[in-house]
């Protein structure tokens, strides 16, 4: 026996189910075959010399099945030229033609494992897009496309129990064939067949550069020409003035003051950016006013300068130190519960195990992942906090006294430019970050957010068109938004009406758990988004997403809760002396509560059966008892009762990475979704190893992208707020009031 014969044996029991031409003595010798030769790994070395074997194996296989589909083909009306040409590749596996091998070899083909829920056969696409068909006596010729044929049950049937799941197969057809034709083809292949019927077909496509990807191009462009004129300006002035400080001519002033989460948005003297001026003679400046001031908003693209105030672990005075830690430890939760859910949120089921999502999922250590929904809680949490805190202490500097409207301009501006620029690139640019038998030919949004960008613009998409949201995990931006609008009323009544603003507080908070609970229970709706068998119904799951997961009065709660905490700050001026036991005590309850929050559902996966009432009792307790034990942890650490755990979340390498949490929120759902969809073979989930590496891998990639994101979009806009608005917002306010929207500038997403 040779070694081709080898690869004749395996292909034949691989594509066993699909003919019945190669059952009976042909499995069985080929059975024998393999049983025989399989442990020499000799035979392998033969593999690419000799396809004969192949070929005449699969000509006989081919001969009779697939010419009664290609005839039946012909009622439906698939183009002349794909009948042809599919012709063509039966006559070349005839002719022995190692192409014609290759197309039928990148088929989908019955994996181990169907039992468990492997149904989605992707086959060979890189094998299928590399073929190039050159038929011997044959002028035309064409290439290998890569489709997908999703083929389902009848009505009240399922495959291994998931229903509304297809079976999906990749198959390699000429490239002259239209996904149309391939549709065809397939029912005129299922027309013995009555448990199969063809639900859809996809051929993968290039991505074609278009005025929306052309637009896109230009803009980036742009913002790269700046940032190099920038970056080289800044550069070479700073070199010069070194230079020039070296002859005792100049010295550099550099009003670069660093631009934290406290830093005022009304101080002239810091524009964010290098200013010079002489140290002799009058203290004029280099250059002209106007000259200068276009040179200073050129510098506030300057890499060097942006990256340098990113990364400096400078501590402004009166900061709260462990709110960093507290930040980026809540964005790592965030992106290892998106590490799982991304991969049950696409229109393909990425795994070949489904069947054993409820095992997984309930397993005791994954109900930190199953969770991770509780991580957007602390970023509420911390939004709150330091938007009551800070403004508290400006409305008590200025008397009460705050120009409001540069207060929501701030905020707009922080946040709006970053968002529509990446925005931008996930609409535009990201359909052509990769390929594969899962890429979507249009990119990962819906319609290219035609009809939607503009809720993002506006922060309501929690609100209109819910069920197609542009860049859906942005809902949480349109809460923070939401919140931060009506958040001055609170705090001037907690400011000028303590005991009015505490009660307005408090009933709001029983409101917000009041409808949370209400609507979970009325509506009979599940607590969490993943793993127990109401979650199993999709309406059920797209109610409580739209009723209660996105809408703000369900999720207020830690809003509500850190600006009570912020309250607390500033009335006892962050000191506060307790009792070394009152403190254990405080520890105790606070971690009790938090496990007993995130462990709770863990018997729900095992039998146990929540009634519609404890569902909405957890539902409007749960978040806020979160809050509660976080800002525990929060207060313990300011107050210095938290030893150890200050000391970590204090850690002044988190500096960096806390300033970058906006940037990776926004753009790491984009990485996790050009990697799984990219993918050429499906995940396989058994313990959570796999998904450690990916959640590592994830955070590093996140934070990479966000760097560069921040430099190039973020920073700018940061420093050129501060030198385009710092005449008009000095001149309408007073000195004294000159800091009180550096409120807004902690409030990270």
Known sequence: MTAPQLLVGMLLLATSVHSQDIRGMREIQARQWLATHLHSPETLKDLPLNYEDVFDAFSSMLNGKLLKILVGAVDYNVSATCLNDTVSILRNLQQRQPWALEMLDAAGKPPAGILEGAIIWLGGYDECVAVRAVPPTESHQFAGKYCTLTLAPLANESFQGLPGIGLIEGICVPSTCSTQDVKYMAVAALAGVTQLHVVAENCVEAAVIDWRAITAIIVLSIFVILVTMGTVYDVFLRMWQWWEAENSAYSPIVSANLVTENSPILN?????????????????????????NVCRQLQCFSAYANGAKLLATHRAPGTLDCVHGVRFLSMSWVILGHCFVATAQQEIILWNNPIHFEEVVGKFGFQAIANATYSVDSFFLLSGLLVGYLTLKELKKSDGKIFWPMYYFHRFWRLTPTYMLILMVDVCLVRFFGDGPMWPKDGFEKDYCRTTWWTNLLYINNFVHT???????????????????????????????????????????????????????????????????????????????????????????????????????????????????????????????????????????????????????????????????????????????????????????????????????????????????????????????????????????????????????????????????????????????????????????
């Not at 810091?270 to 002209?288: D, E, N, R």
């Not at 501060?722 to 550096?742: G, L, V, Y």
Request: proline content about 4%.
């Open 268 to 292: 002239k003297a810091a524009t964010g950016v290098g200013h010079y001026q002489t140290i002799a003679g009058s203290g004029s400046s280099l250059l002209t006013p106007p000259a200068e």
């Open 467 to 749: 069920d197609v949201q542009c860049m859906g995990w942005s809902w949480y931006l349109a809460n923070d938004m939401q919140f931060f609008v009506i958040s001055p009323i609170i705090l001037f009544l907690l400011f000028r009406y303590h005991k009015a603003g505490i009660v307005l507080l408090l009933s709001l908070l029983a409101a917000s758990c009041l409808s949370a609970g209400l609507t979970t229970s009325l509506k009979d709706l599940p607590v969490n988004l993943v793993g127990n068998e109401q979650v199993k119904a999709q309406a059920k799951f797209d109610v409580f997403f739209d009723w209660v997961y996105i809408k703000p009065w369900s999720r207020i709660q830690p809003y509500l809760i850190g600006i009570a905490l912020g309250y607390i700050f500033y009335r006892t001026n962050c000191k506060c002396q307790l009792n070394k036991l009152v403190v254990l005590g405080c520890w105790v309850v606070a971690a009790a509560l938090a496990l007993s929050i995130l462990y709770a559902f863990y018997p729900a996966y095992h039998g146990s059966v929540w009634s519609s009432a404890l569902n909405g009792f957890y539902s409007s307790v749960s978040r806020t008892g979160w809050s509660l034990s976080l800002a525990w942890v929060i207060f313990a650490c300011v107050t210095g009762h938290a030893g150890f755990v200050n000391t970590l979340l204090s850690w002044s390498a988190l500096i960096p990475l806390s300033r970058l949490t906006y940037c990776a929120y926004l753009i790491h759902p984009i990485i996790m979704e050009c990697f799984y969809m990219s993918r050429r073979q499906l995940l396989h989930w058994h313990n959570h190893l796999e998904i450690t590496m990916f959640f590592l891998a994830f955070l590093v990639m996140s934070y990479m992208a966000a760097f560069v994101a921040s430099v190039v979009f973020e920073s700018p806009f940061i420093a050129l707020e501060k030198i385009i608005f710092a005449k008009q917002m000095a001149a309408q306010t007073k000195p004294h009031e000159q800091s009180q929207n550096r409120a807004t500038r902690s409030v990270e997403a």
